[in-house]
């Protein structure tokens, strides 16, 4: 395929390599004016760089935005109304009611797609299938680090930098509230939600703990098909400390699937 960018960061640049490396075109990437004024010089032996929608290639098969809430806001209306299919990774923006109604309408208005790439959590496909019955409870739990919430409201309730040797619990509240006021943290939040009972019935549960490492993501399910656990910890991408190496991994995961002739 022939693929269109959004963004330059750490994400986006390990889903360029993966999907270089399976034999994709990078034929545009989208990037703030400021930005791309910034790059000098600019590579010519490479993708297209734009400033706008407006301006990418039209033979693009599809669009990856790799550039947080911000830039879904920003672009992604514009790129399903251009009949471009979106892969996205920045879940949580969803949490936004009008968004939400915005990119489907343009989604079809468009004739595209929203894809959402299930970024640094797993076990969706079993929540997805779960919810088909009756879901009584579904809880995510997010651990990081005390550093992995700095510039979060976390700082707010909590002293980040002297937590002792003790977690501490610094969000308690739906899946939305925690989309909107942490939507540098969320995503998972996020994926959790539309997979099973949305925005205003998931728990959300975030926790500050001194003695981790790395995030760790749990999600807690009970329904009528039973219950079931899961727990995951992850690393970061190495050329970003504040970016998870699986959510990078699900992008592409995401956009390879719309090459296979079976779907699993």
Not at 25 to 51: C, F, K, T
Not at 59 to 73: K, M, N, P, S, Y
Not at 198 to 224: K, Q, Y
Request: hydrophobic residues 45%.
């Amino acid at each position: 395929m022939k693929l269109g960018l959004i963004g330059n960061g750490a994400i986006a640049q390990f889903v360029r390599r993966a999907l270089e490396a399976h034999g994709h075109e990078i034929g545009a990437v989208l990037l703030r004016p400021a930005r791309i004024a910034q790059m000098s010089p600019i590579p010519n032996d490479g993708p297209l760089y734009v400033g706008s929608v407006a301006e990418l290639p039209d033979d693009l098969d599809h669009v990856i935005d790799c550039a947080g809430h911000e830039a879904l806001r920003q672009y992604g209306t514009d790129v399903l109304r251009a009949g471009f299919d979106l892969t996205t990774v920045s879940i949580g923006a969803l949490a936004d009611k009008a968004l939400e109604a915005a990119l489907e309408d343009a989604a079809l208005e468009g004739d595209s797609k929203l894809h959402l790439a299930s970024g640094a959590i797993g076990a969706l496909d079993t929540l997805r299938a779960a919810r088909v019955g009756n879901l009584t409870k579904v809880r995510y739990t997010g651990r990081k680090p005390p550093k992995g919430w700095l510039g979060s409201p976390a700082q707010e309730s909590i002293d980040l930098e002297n937590l002792g040797d003790r977690p501490q619990t610094h969000f308690v509240g739906t899946a939305r509230q925690a989309a909107l006021e942490y939507p540098k943290n969320a995503n998972v939040a996020a994926a959790v939600a539309l997979s099973g009972v949305g925005f205003d019935e998931t728990e959300v549960v975030l926790v500050a703990d001194p003695a981790i490492s790395v995030n760790i993501h749990e999600i807690e399910v009970t329904g009528d098909f039973g219950s079931f656990e899961f727990r995951i910890l992850g690393n970061a991408l190495p050329d970003n400390p504040r970016s998870s190496a699986l959510a990078a991994m699900s992008v592409v995961g995401c956009v390879l699937q719309e090459t296979k002739p079976i779907v699993f």
